[in-house]
């Protein structure tokens, strides 16, 4: 029964604040900070709860009255149950997807890699475009961006280009976003006018730490050498580039944009532990999918997930027959309404299978 598990929930909160009043636990920081840390998982279902509580009464009592023998009484409980059953609806709705199982990555910080896809010159500019409509998305919600490395095309576009986000909930945000993403428009250099149609690929990977990936010495081939690029003359110069290669996976990352052999380093690690990562949460989401019909929320980078369609100023998501005609605004980072509407589709599913 729901009921019992939000009492259960309940009880467990209030021994968890009476702990956190605990000199003996307010003494020992570690163990505070793992029960704070509970609480403040707990917490917004319990507000829910309690808001539900005196709503879920006052719907118990005017349904007893519409029930009784009173007619005027029945007629004033039918009036207030016409308010009390959307708000009980709503709140119990709420308290569903709160119950829901957490994803454990939903507070991680992320990698975000881009790249240009099929269509030469013009994917690369979509794939430009792309990397600037999720850095103003960053920079609307209080995000720190990071550039790891950025590799850019003739004409202003860019092949390739992976950074780092840090902030709060940003891969509960950005995790359906993986995926290939394609353009439809007339490029500038058409004089015919005929509509181009090109893509890009867009990866959001968890941040893993050391203690969801340990990367053995023994596994790592690591190779250094001269920078390429711009970057003045000591970049191409010193050894400060470096190539990761992980050999169980084959995974090769390269890391050059930093000066710092050391600072390369660090960020070609980075960008290794969390592509590895993933492949294990791969791993894990498809021996799930076995049992499933379809798999919900995988952002496969293989799929089509979304078109942009410039001569109709709209953008399609077709994983969710969602569609929207604020191109432009959505270019300038104006995500909300599209994430939104991505989340709420795979809550909804999610909620299904409960």
Request: charged share 30%; with cysteine.
């Amino acid at each position: 029964m729901i009921s019992d598990k939000l009492k259960s929930v309940e009880s467990r909160y209030n021994e968890l604040a009476t702990l956190l009043a605990d000199p003996a636990v307010q003494s020992d920081a570690a163990k505070y900070r793992e029960h704070a840390k509970a609480l403040s998982e707990l917490e917004p279902l319990v507000e829910k709860y309690r808001e539900f509580l005196p709503v879920d009464q006052q719907l118990e009592e005017a349904q007893e009255l519409v029930r009784g023998g009173d007619a005027e009484m029945a007629a004033l409980a039918r009036e207030e149950l016409k308010g009390l059953e959307p708000r009980h609806e709503v709140l119990l709705a709420e308290i569903k997807v709160l119950l829901l199982p957490k994803d454990p990555n939903d507070e991680k910080n992320v990698l975000l890699e881009i790249r240009a896809g099929t269509g030469g010159d013009e994917a690369a500019l979509f794939a430009g475009e792309l990397y600037r409509m999720y850095s103003r998305y960053c920079e609307r919600q209080g995000w720190k961006l990071d550039v790891m490395s950025q590799s850019d095309s003739v004409g202003g576009g860019v092949k390739e280009a992976i950074a780092s986000i840090e902030g709060k909930g940003v891969y509960s945000r950005l995790k359906y976003e993986s995926g290939v993403h394609r353009v439809q428009r007339v490029p500038a250099t058409e004089a015919s006018g005929r509509i181009h149609t090109s893509t890009a690929t867009v990866a959001v990977l968890p941040e893993a730490e050391e203690v969801d990936i340990q990367i053995l010495d023994k596994d790592v081939r690591i190779d250094t050498f001269c920078s390429s690029g711009p970057g003045g003359q000591s970049v191409n110069t010193t050894y400060s580039a470096i190539r990761l290669t992980h050999l169980p996976s084959g995974l090769v990352v390269s890391q050059q944009d930093e000066k710092s052999q050391i600072k390369n380093r660090q960020k070609a690690f980075k960008v290794l532990r969390a592509r590895l990562y993933e492949m294990e949460m791969r791993k894990q989401q498809d021996a799930i999918a076995k049992d499933r019909k379809s798999q919900v929320g995988m952002g496969d980078r293989s799929e089509k997930i979304r078109t942009y369609n410039y001569p109709q100023s709209r953008i399609t998501d077709h994983r969710i027959n969602f569609t929207t005609h604020q191109l432009f605004g959505v270019l300038n980072g104006d995500l909300d309404e599209l994430l939104d509407a991505v989340i709420s589709y795979y809550t909804a599913e999610q909620l299904k299978e409960q």
